[in-house]
């Protein structure tokens, strides 16, 4: 009868643990929501005609409340457009503009400009294929990320 009751306890404690383990699955990504109120992210996603993908991501260090504006140029070989521009984990209340220059050939150049507070830190990242260029900059000043594209034998 007491190895029933041992069985039993451990199977509680078990139990308790699963439940325990499940709020906490729930509740620490609501605390990571609450803690992201923090910093603000960006991710403007641009096709192009050539069939290149640019991803432009941005780590903003204060509230999303705080920042005004986030202005982009994109530069990019002569003779190429964008097909598609999309704004992935936008917050609708920050204007964002995305405009596309021509550029050098052989590169994609990205400028970015944060309108928020000068003390926010701005992380960029702009992706092309498998290829990340990371640059660290302040708000309000114009923040500079190059990728060199690859030339293709066919």
């Known amino acids: 009868m007491r190895s029933c009751r041992v069985h039993t306890t451990r199977l509680g404690a078990i139990l ?3 439940i325990l383990s ?4 729930i509740i620490l990504p609501l605390s990571d929501v609450q803690a992201g109120v923090i910093g603000c992210r960006r991710d403007p996603i641009v096709t192009l005609s050539n069939g290149d993908v640019v991803t432009i991501m ?4 204060v509230d999303a409340s705080q920042v005004e504006r986030i ?4 530069y990019v070989p002569e003779g190429v457009t964008a097909t598609s521009i999309v704004y992935f984990e936008s917050t609708p209340y920050i204007p964002e503009e995305l ?3 021509t550029g050098k050939a052989g590169e994609y150049k990205s400028e970015t400009l944060v309108t928020a507070p000068k003390s926010a830190d701005v992380v960029v990242y702009m992706t092309y294929g498998e290829v990340t260029e990371t640059v660290e900059g302040k708000a309000t000043k114009p923040i500079t990320a190059k990728i060199d594209i690859p030339e293709t034998t066919e």
């Open 16 to 18: 308790f643990a699963t």
């Open 22 to 25: 499940l709020v906490a699955a």
């Open 58 to 61: 941005l780590d903003i260090s």
């Open 71 to 74: 202005d982009y140029i994109l």
């Open 99 to 101: 405009i596309l220059q």
